[in-house]
């Protein structure tokens, strides 16, 4: 049983729409799939209505956090998305993406980078706008070879010349508001100091004291001595552990089922979800 709990489709920051991602996802030989948006569910009711025979689908969406100034995402998997609480804070994160892509175009801008809103939004389309799209810009400009490229300090990292903050939510209330919409919490690659600067360990056992379910240990963004320290963090504290794609479609190199989760992680997460079920796939 091959399972990939992270993804993304157009409905934010991936290049496959969510009809695209769950068939491509069947095709790549997964048995489930999740699709988390950044803070977006705006994807969840085509990719229910592409889902082929023998494929999953497990609703989700990846949050965005902040604490002690450090960003970082929460991935939530199974939660009622019209849950009120929840819904309205997903609402502001993403009424701020906007004006803050706008920003980061203007400081590029201001660095001699001849990017344009235009550009970005129209490779944004119908998305959640975010800096993968500013990136995308870049790499069309030939300021920088790849997306990930563009994710450092030089440019789009955390604290980088062009980084703009957006509204972001305190990840304590996130695994509060996920929990009381009957979902799972699980932390997205959490060592990713790649992207910038990462949450401190001990935070990382205080958000477990406060409900957390989870930390995706298995992802690119891990080396093996990332990926070791986090199984024996996760096993001091109590955690599931996850291994997942971050697909993102051709925005990135990783391709679907790069990195799973065992199927009995899985399970729990199934087990422990009240808000909503994994959807099988009816072959539409």
């Not at 009809?19 to 969840?44: K, P, Q, Y």
Request: hydrophobic share 40%; net charge negative; charged share 25%.
């Amino acid at each position: 049983m091959r399972i990939d709990l992270h993804t993304h489709s157009t409905a934010s920051d991936g290049t496959d729409t969510p009809a695209e991602l769950v068939r491509n996802a069947a095709a790549a030989g997964l048995d489930v799939v999740a699709l988390t948006d950044h803070d977006s569910v705006g994807g969840h009711a085509e990719a229910r209505a592409a889902l082929p025979g023998g494929l999953t689908l497990v609703t989700g969406a990846e949050l965005s956090c902040r604490i002690g100034g450090v960003s970082m995402h929460m991935l939530a998997y199974l939660f009622d998305p019209d849950e009120p609480e929840l819904a309205r804070e997903r609402e502001l994160v993403r009424d701020d993406r906007v004006p803050r892509a706008r920003g980061m175009v203007a400081k590029l801008r201001e660095l001699g980078v001849p990017v344009t809103w235009e550009q970005v939004a129209r490779i944004a389309g119908d998305g959640a706008v975010g800096r993968p799209h500013v990136a995308a810009a870049m790499v069309e400009l030939g300021v920088v070879e790849t997306v990930s490229d563009a994710f450092t300090a030089q440019w789009l990292a955390n604290g980088g010349r062009a980084h703009v903050d957006k509204h972001e939510l305190d990840p304590f209330d996130a695994i509060r508001l996920v929990k009381a919409a009957g979902g799972v919490t699980v932390f997205a690659h959490p060592m990713a100091v790649k992207r910038g600067q990462v949450v401190p360990e001990s935070v990382l056992a205080e958000l477990a004291t406060a409900g957390l379910d989870g930390i995706e240990v298995d992802h690119m963004d891990h080396d093996d001595a990332t990926r070791a320290r986090l199984r024996g963090l996760a096993a001091d504290l109590g955690l599931l552990t996850t291994g997942s794609s971050d697909y993102h479609g051709s925005r990135k190199t990783v391709a679907l089922g790069e990195y799973t989760t065992d199927p009995e992680i899985y399970g729990e997460i199934v087990r422990r979800a009240t808000g909503a079920f994994p959807v099988p796939g009816a072959g539409g």
